[in-house]
């Protein structure tokens, strides 16, 4: 039997490059190394959001492949992946914040992609429930939305599954083995597997894992928090979209028939799901500032998860070179789940050394050598 590839982390990304591995390439022999359960890490929190809307041109052509297959996703995977175009609107109240959001949609539209800009009082007509006092535009897409962030990585895990794909839970990988700058195996909890084509997938841990083999993967991990209110319609719709205000960092939509309400104040790195005390308290208040009806509302529970950040919010989609067979895939931010299933397919394309479909050379590792120019991703909620 052929040696294994294998794929550290199964979120995700792991699940769609392990996909993508077994059904372009048709590895016969692809191992899926999770220490928990698959879809344990950040993939558990996430709320399925998508958009066209960022700053970085490669980022809206992945989430445009994405939206590809995630439209044709239950034909293909037998999952109804449940996308529902509810849209995103980002607003602002600074100039130059509502400037950044205007060449955003600039970007956007040049891709085909349709962007309105409202100003304050056509977004007050448009969302009644909400206080734009102060705002002073915003810009919407309705082609932006959500899918179940659940029936994609059950699609993925199925379909890998049937194709020989291999996934072990409860297996954490503590080493790897290098040699003349190559590797040569990956050691778990339970025993040493030999390879030579690793994948680092392991989210907001990728940075510990690339420890590993001894090389700087730099991602950290920033814990996010966002609050669910019970079934609540008090006069708001029931499908309204994400309203992000990028100045005071306040974000408002659905999830279901209840409400969702999150900031996105800077945080310390730390991989403990820890808030500061006072952080539903002040979270509250400023969604209640902003939709009033929201007073009636109570907090059904909360849902918590790890951002995995690099120094310039964009991920890494990357050979690691100093290391012979070693990849990393991680640092998405708040947007792995929507380009999962188009990473999945550039990721496989480059540990098969194919060209990709989208040039992703700008995720590349090396760009975080000294000399090099990095530019971040400016839309990250
Ligand atoms: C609150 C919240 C809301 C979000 N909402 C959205 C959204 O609406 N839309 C969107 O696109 N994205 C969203 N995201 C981001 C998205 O969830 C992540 O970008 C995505 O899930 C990352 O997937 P991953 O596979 O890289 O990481 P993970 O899902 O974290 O998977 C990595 C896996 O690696 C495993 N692992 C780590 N170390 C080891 C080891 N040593 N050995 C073996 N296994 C290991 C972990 O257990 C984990 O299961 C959200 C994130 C959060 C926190």
């Given amino acids: 039997m052929e040696e294994p590839v294998v794929i550290i982390g199964g979120g995700i990304i792991g699940a769609s490059v392990a996909y993508n591995l077994a059904s372009l390439y048709s590895l016969s022999n692809i191992v899926v190394l999770e220490k928990s359960r698959v879809g344990s890490g950040s993939t558990s ?34 999952y109804d992946p449940l996308v529902r175009r509810d849209g995103y ?5 600074k100039k130059d914040s509502l400037q950044a959001l205007e060449t955003n949609r600039a970007l956007a539209s040049r891709l085909g992609i349709d962007v309105e800009l409202l100003e304050d009082q056509e977004l007050q007509q448009r969302f009644p429930f909400y ?20 029936a994609v990585l059950q699609g993925y895990v199925s379909k890998a599954k049937t194709l020989g794909v291999q996934f072990y839970e409860g297996t954490e990988v503590i080493g790897m083995s ?21 994948l680092i997938a392991a989210g907001a841990f990728s940075g510990l ?8 993967i730099p991602i950290k991990p920033y814990p996010r928090k966002i609050l669910v209110t019970h079934a609540f319609s008090d006069s708001i719709p029931i499908e309204i979209p994400i309203i992000v205000d990028v100045d005071s960092t306040l ?30 308290a002040r979270v509250i208040l400023k969604a209640v500032k902003r939709v009033p009806s ?50 999945g397919r550039v990721m496989a394309d480059i540990m098969m050394e194919q060209k990709t479909q989208i040039d992703i050379s700008k995720y590349d590792l090396e760009r975080f050598d000294s000399d090099k120019v990095q530019t971040s991703e400016r839309l990250i909620i």
């Fill in 294 to 343: 929201l007073s009636n509302a109570s907090v059904a529970y909360s849902d918590e998860g790890l951002y995995e950040l690099t120094p310039d919010l964009n991920p890494i989609v990357s050979e690691i070179k100093e290391i012979c067979g070693l990849y990393c895939c991680s640092g998405f931010a708040g947007h792995g789940f929507m380009h999962a299933p188009a990473i």
């Fill in 45 to 78: 929190a996430s709320l399925g959001g998508f958009r066209h809307q960022f700053s970085d041109e490669t980022a809206i052509k992945l989430t445009v492949e994405s939206v590809k297959i995630l439209n044709e996703f239950e034909s293909s995977f037998g």
């Fill in 209 to 216: 894992v690339g420890k590993l083999a001894g090389v700087d």
């Fill in 178 to 198: 290098t040699q003349n700058s190559e590797v040569r195996a990956v050691v778990t909890d339970q025993r040493k597997i030999e390879t030579s084509k690793v």
């Fill in 251 to 280: 974000a408002v939509g659905r999830e279901g028939s209840g409400m969702i309400f999150a900031d996105n104040e800077p945080v310390d790195s730390t991989f403990e799901l820890s808030f500061p005390s006072d952080y539903d």
């Fill in 89 to 93: 609107c980002f607003i602002a109240s």
């Fill in 131 to 150: 206080s734009f006092d102060g705002i002073i535009g915003g810009t919407l897409c309705m082609a932006d939305g959500h899918a179940s962030t659940l």
